[in-house]
């Protein structure tokens, strides 16, 4: 009997294993959300939709990791150019330091922050002068959601920026195209699906954030460009009526949170798919 042979009778138990290894992490997935479903009930879910402070907690956990991933991107995407397309002293420091957020436990980062600008701190009332509201107010929230979640951005952009032919930007560049046309017609399509990736992950991570909230800006005072009434974070306002209101009312909120995060995910994947977001443009499109 040779090799071959006992390693084609082996290939249906390998595929096996792998298939119950697979399932196993799946419904890890998938089983605690259907439990959550169906113990919170219709019923539950139906009066956190109905809540207007759900409601309000919701729109502006929305708000805020709108604008922090504006910035994510903003400040993410050049750093992962950066770093994917240059060599310079110190580079493997500056990747480490992307993933100091990614490292500390969340609470720490809301501590942290808390220190760092205190207005007793020098750096603290200096931004305090500015007139920039960070405790308490929609300025804390995004500056959390953009630490803990940003190092999403600037990883999968610079991924997506190492994977870019380079080839294709050598051709467009000899049908004329200045460096900066190229970076837009060709490295920044092909780069665009990584992006909308990072981005996606660094709203879902600030979304779920709770432990720099905490400490950072726990109640939500109105402050541009927040004008509604004192609410939470959504995270918050779950933990708050888990403490107060019991495990099936919070269940209630969760679910509904899972929903518009599915709702989200599924509207950016639509757009990915169908080929209605920018990744078709380009000068070899």
Partial sequence: MTNDTVGDRAAPARRALGAVLAASLIGLFILP????????????????????????ALYFTLLASGIAVCFGILLGVP??????????????????????????????????????????????AWVAGLGIPIFDAIGGVVLVMVYVGASYVVLTSELAFRSVDAEAIEAARSLGASPTEA??????????????????????????EIGGFLILAYAIYPSFPYGGPVTNTASVYIYDLYSTAGVQAAAGASALLVLAALAVFVVVRFFDRTGMAWTKVGWFA
Avoid: D, K
Wanted: aromatic share 12%.
């Fill in 183 to 208: 970076f837009v017609t060709v490295t920044l399509p092909q780069a665009f699906r990584g992006i909308v990736t990072g981005s996606l992950l660094m709203w879902a991570r600030g979304v779920s």
């Fill in 33 to 56: 959300i259907v439990a959550l479903f169906l113990y919170a009930g219709y019923g539950n879910i139906a009066n956190a939709a109905g809540s207007a402070g759900f409601r309000t």
């Fill in 79 to 124: 750093l992962g150019y950066i770093l994917a397309r240059y060599r310079f002293p110190g580079r493997s420091i500056v990747e480490s330091i992307v993933l100091v957020p990614v490292m500390i436990p969340h609470l720490i980062v809301g501590i942290a922050l808390l220190v760092l600008f205190a207005p007793t701190n020098p750096f603290g």
